[in-house]
C-alpha cells in the first residue's frame, strides 16, 4: 500500500477524527490505503483506540522553530507538521489529507485526489463554487476608493507579506488547506516550508499553513490541479441538499452532483453551540424530493 490518507486532532476532536476513520473504512475500495494519524494532544485511552483501526500514529511536532508564545497550543502543531508528511510517513508516496472536522460522502473524490497529484502536482480545491454569493468583503470609503477585506489579503497583511504580493493574492480565489493530495518527492513540499517559514515569523500560527500554500500556488506557480468544489464541500460557505433516498448528501442546484468530502470548517453553530462539539445540533436542509428535514452534518452511521 503506498497511499495513505493523514489526519490530525487533539482529545477535543477525537470524535470527529474517529467519525472520518469510520467514513472512510466503510467503502470497500480503502482496504488498499492507509490511514494515518498525527497525535496533536491525544488521551492514552483515545490512542489505544485508534491503534486499532488506523496503520500509524505519529507524534505531530513543531516541524519549523517558533517563539515559546507561538506553542501555546497542541492542535496548533496542525497548521505546521502538514507541510511535513514525507518526514512523518516516509513510507508512502502518495498523501491524501483530511481535516478531522471532514469526512467522506462519496468514495469518487478519494481516486480523484490521489490521481490528480500524479507529475508531482498539487491537488486541491478553491473555495469558489455555484452559490457562492460573496467572495470578498470590501470597505467603500470616500466614493471610489475600498479597503479589501479577502481572506487572502487579510493574512498576507498581518503575515509581513508585501504589499505587492498581498494584492496579487487578494482576489485569488482562496485554496481551502484542509484537504489536498501530494506525492512523497513532490518538489511543492519545499515551496510550501519555505512560505510557511516566512508567514509564521511574523504572523499567527492559526491560518499560516493555509498563506502559505495560497502563496505557492498563485505566486510561486507550483504546479497545482483543480478539483471542483464537491471535493471539499465547506458547510459553512453553503448547505448541501439531502438525498433521503440514497442517504447522501448533494450539491444544491442541478444536476445535484454527489459530494465527495463533507467539512465542517468553521462550525455549523445554533443558539451558540458548534455541530463539531456537540452532535445533536441539527438543520434545516432541503431535500431532492422538495421536503425540509433536520439533520446533522457529522458521520453518524
Not at 507579506?161 to 494584492?167: F, L, P
Not at 516566512?198 to 478539483?227: M, P, Q
Not at 445554533?270 to 457529522?298: A, F, H, P, Q, Y
Request: glycine letters at 4%; charged letters at 25%.
Amino acid at each position: 500500500m503506498n497511499r495513505a490518507i493523514v489526519s490530525l486532532a487533539d482529545s477535543n476532536y477525537f470524535e470527529l477524527l474517529l467519525e472520518l476513520i469510520n467514513s472512510i473504512k466503510r467503502f470497500p475500495q480503502s482496504k488498499n490505503i492507509s490511514i494515518c494519524i498525527l497525535d496533536a494532544g491525544l488521551k492514552d485511552n483515545q490512542l489505544d483506540i485508534l491503534k486499532k483501526k488506523v496503520t500509524v500514529i505519529k507524534k505531530a511536532e513543531w516541524d519549523i522553530d517558533l517563539p515559546f508564545y507561538k506553542k501555546n497550543k497542541e492542535w496548533l502543531k496542525s497548521q505546521v507538521s502538514r507541510a511535513f508528511l514525507p518526514k512523518y510517513f516516509p513510507e508512502y508516496e502518495k498523501f491524501l489529507w483530511i481535516d478531522c472536522d471532514a469526512w467522506v460522502n462519496s468514495w469518487g473524490c478519494v481516486e480523484n485526489y490521489f490521481k490528480a497529484c500524479d507529475d508531482n502536482k498539487l491537488g486541491i480545491t478553491q473555495s469558489i463554487g455555484p452559490g457562492y454569493r460573496i467572495l470578498a468583503r470590501v470597505n467603500w470609503i470616500f466614493g471610489k476608493f475600498a479597503s479589501i477585506k479577502t481572506q487572502n489579503y487579510k493574512h498576507a497583511k498581518s503575515s509581513g507579506i508585501s504589499e505587492n504580493d498581498a494584492r496579487k493574492l487578494a482576489f485569488a480565489p482562496h485554496l481551502n488547506i484542509g484537504v489536498f493530495s501530494l506525492k512523497r518527492k513532490s518538489p511543492i513540499w519545499e515551496s510550501w516550508q519555505n512560505n510557511l517559514k516566512k508567514t509564521l515569523s511574523k504572523g499567527r500560527v492559526f491560518g499560516s499553513e493555509g498563506l502559505a500554500i495560497n502563496i505557492s500556488v498563485y505566486l510561486d506557480n507550483v504546479k497545482t490541479e483543480f478539483l471542483p468544489i464537491s471535493h471539499n464541500w465547506i458547510t459553512s460557505h453553503l448547505l448541501p441538499i439531502y438525498d433521503q433516498q440514497n442517504d447522501i448528501f448533494r450539491e444544491p442546484y442541478i444536476p445535484h452532483q454527489e459530494i465527495g468530502i463533507i467539512h465542517l470548517a468553521a462550525g455549523i453553530w445554533k443558539e451558540g453551540k458548534d455541530m463539531r462539539l456537540d452532535k445533536n445540533i441539527k438543520v434545516s436542509l432541503k431535500t431532492t424530493n422538495g421536503n425540509v428535514v433536520e439533520k446533522s452534518l457529522r458521520f453518524l452511521s
